[in-house]
């Protein structure tokens, strides 16, 4: 995109890197590849198929620590090792869980990159790449979404 257009893409986002590591969007894809195909899963406890998958990958051992997190745990370590004082180890602590929180958010932060990658995954393995490209991915990444107004010359929304 053009200088004055910027977009910040989920793939530079270490969570999202880790998730493309761990093989397991491919695997869950694999997996479920007609029903991701058919559309959105029947209405339950996990609604879409990015929930379903969150569960999925929880189940199959993943797990992620920010450097916040983990910065926030050193930090928490050093206090309580320094014995500084309850007040300093309460915000340590604070700050700790805060950054645990934000981490556990992320499969919903990412939740439409991950719907995205699922059924490009699906569509790739049924169809090949070229049908993903155009079921999916032109469809459905923000960036190339984002180009296509531009090049249209329609607002961006």
């Given at each position: ?27 869950f894809?694999?997996?479920h ?7 959105p ?49 309460s ?5 700790f ?14 939740h ?14 049924k ?6 490209y ?18 249209r ?5």
């Amino acid at each position: 995109l053009s200088p004055d257009h910027y977009l910040a893409l989920p793939e530079t986002d270490p969570f999202v890197g880790m998730l493309e590591v761990s093989l397991l969007l491919s695997k869950f894809a694999h997996q479920h590849q007609d029903e991701i195909i058919a559309g959105p899963p029947p209405l339950g406890p996990e609604s879409s198929w990015a929930e379903q998958f969150a569960v999925f990958a929880s189940a199959s051992g993943f797990s992620y620590t920010s450097a916040r997190t983990e910065a926030a745990l050193a930090v928490l370590v050093t206090a309580r090792l320094e014995r500084y004082s309850q007040q300093v180890i309460s915000s340590a602590e604070q700050l700790f869980q805060l950054s645990q929180q934000r981490d556990n958010g992320l499969f919903h932060q990412h939740h439409d990159y991950i719907e995205m990658r699922l059924r490009q995954e699906a569509f790739t393995r049924k169809f090949g790449t070229r049908e993903a490209y155009a079921r999916v991915v032109i469809q459905e990444r923000p960036d190339i979404r984002l180009a296509a107004e531009i090049l249209r010359g329609k607002p961006r929304s």
